[in-house]
């Protein structure tokens, strides 16, 4: 069942912006976080997201240019990605889970269908 839903990716060129929007739905989920997977490469984590947003962490890779929020308001999360570069072209996928937030995609057991990014040079 589809409790994840991400929006928000799509075509853009290096150096553009783009915002993922993830709507959850189905219970309370107090660690969030951002996956993704490039062609060929496993699925890596991008940025998490404690219940406050007091905790939060970044790839090395996006550290600086993504920015992970969240709206518990709304049940929803956010990841602004700003200077796109190629690299950054991959699946990004919601990740959510009942318990803390954790860097382990192991540990996340309820994931979105995904949302495709891909930034041309």
């Known amino acids: 069942q589809r409790q994840l839903v991400e929006s928000g990716g799509g075509l853009v060129q290096a150096g553009d912006s783009l915002r993922l929007s993830c709507a959850a739905s189905?219970?309370?989920?107090?660690?969030m976080s951002w996956f993704r997977q490039a062609p060929g490469k496993e699925r890596e984590i991008a940025a998490a997201?404690?219940?406050?947003?007091?905790?939060?962490y970044y790839a090395d890779s996006v550290k600086g240019r993504f920015t992970i929020s969240r709206d518990n308001a709304k049940n929803s999360m956010y990841l602004q990605m700003n200077s796109l570069k190629p690299e950054d072209t991959a699946v990004y996928y919601c990740?959510?889970?009942?318990?803390?937030?954790?860097?382990?995609?192991?540990?996340?057991?309820?994931w979105g269908q995904g949302t495709q990014v891909t930034v041309s040079s």
């Open positions: 189905g219970r309370t989920f107090y660690g």
């Open positions: 990740a959510a889970r009942a318990g803390y937030v954790t860097r382990r995609s192991s540990a996340y057991n309820y």
């Open positions: 997201i404690s219940w406050s947003g007091a905790d939060t």
